[in-house]
């Protein structure tokens, strides 16, 4: 495969998650009118997918070094169509939860495979510069999907946004089987045995290098997970934002995103991946402090929220791509397993903040901005805590 068609089967397989979680947050204060419930009850929607989510790389990286990449890939995406289709046909939210957790199995089988496949094709520096790439086209996601999920909520309900999951996927799933060839050359026999599987996640878990790169990458998607579960209710409920300009409020923030990774990928030249990644917590840091500052000032306004977002975003778009390289680049042989692992405790930072979004929402901006603080404060800490791990290992 050409770096061109590997580029693209990436950047379409990473982009199921921000599309899963993104598309319909228009849709989540009108689901809670819809059935009925509470904020903190639709939040399960998003929690449930998170759990699946985190959970499922664990099976799904072992079971693409011992099968190949290729059909755990295909399995995964016709798992994510079918659930789709249940949650757009979904009667009630308990059934609409189950089916968000299954469809976060088929999601997390797809990025999983992704991150293992960029492992067996390149070296560590430039695994990291693909993934760069592989997100500045990602981010057409989050930018394009709030503003589509937006209209397809005014436009027909939130049912749409389930109805295009399915589709896009069906889409990806065809360019998949058509183009992707087998990246595993030395397939795992013991991969999926529950001892050796073991074995290898404590390994993977006991190195201090796999911390080092592994916690500021799970702390700064928790930070933009925030504004991911959050910026919905704050924005449309609490600022009065309509929802057919909500997409527009989140695709600027995103925009922020891409921007990171376009920063990244010149970082990387010049200075390294762990020092690159010292820059992006350094921004995460100060975003989250801002937002507190000028929140607990007294300023409650949209453009307080979409600011700190863009901040925040911009600086996950430097972090992630070294914290996901650097994670798995010293396990060649377990390169699913270490991806998988990453997944899962980036998945259960973002579950407790997403719980703790939904809960401790009382109806003005201050639960959000300290949340932001909180975690940007951590990230800088643990980032900083580890260095010496990052610059050995790098």
Known sequence: MSPTTILWLISGSLMLQPLSTD?????LPHLATDFGVTPA???????????GFGVAQLISGPLS???????????????YIAA?????????????????????????????VARALVRDAYAPADGARMLAKASSLLALAPLIGPVLGSYLQVGFGWRAAFVFHALFCFVLLGTTWWLLRETNALPNPQAT?????????????????FWAWMLPGALSYAAIFVFISGSSFVLIDVLGVPTEYYGY?????VSGYLAGTIVCRRLLARLG??????????LSLFSGLLFAAVALAGVHHWWVVLLCQFLTMGAHGINFPCAQSGAVAPFPREAGAAAGLLGFFTMLAALLTGT???????GTIKPLALTSATLGVMLFASAWAMRRQRLASA
Do not use: N
């Open 273 to 282: 991946l762990a020092r690159t990644l010292s820059v992006g917590v350094s």
């Open 193 to 209: 045995r529950i001892g050796p599987l073991l074995s290898t996640y404590c390994r993977i878990a006991s190195a201090d290098f």
């Open 249 to 253: 409020c989140f695709a600027f923030g």
């Open 41 to 51: 009850a639709v939040q399960q929607t998003l929690s449930l997918f998170v759990i």
């Open 84 to 112: 789709s289709i249940a949650c757009a046909l979904a009667p009630t939210l308990s059934l609409l939860v189950a089916m968000r957790f299954v469809q976060a199995i088929g999601c997390c089988t797809a990025v999983v």
């Open 65 to 79: 070094d011992r099968f190949g990449r290729r059909p755990v890939l295909l399995g995964g995406q016709g798992l």
């Open 23 to 27: 598309l319909y947050l228009a849709s």
């Open 356 to 362: 703790w979004v939904g809960v401790s929402h009382d």
